[in-house]
């Protein structure tokens, strides 16, 4: 049974605290992030695959199929 997986996470700059909705790849983890406000790149924390797990509203699409939710 396939999971219904969230494409969209709402981004968090830890920086500027400027949010913005980005649509995930589904089969891939983003590295790096620029924000749009302040242009800060974002990495991943230390044990996140991507940004998206770091700073997004949901996990990466990988992590969610994986279950780690
Ligand atoms: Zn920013």
Partial sequence: MM???I???VITC???GYQKTEIMPE???QIFYECENCHAVLKP???DCCVF???GS???PPVQA???Q
């Fill in 7 to 9: 494409l969209e996470s």
């Fill in 27 to 29: 089969d891939a983890c």
């Fill in 14 to 16: 830890p920086a500027c």
């Fill in 58 to 60: 949901v996990p990466c």
């Fill in 53 to 55: 797990c770091s700073f």
């Fill in 66 to 68: 994986a279950g780690h």
């Fill in 45 to 47: 924390k230390p044990g």
């Fill in 3 to 5: 999971k219904q997986l």
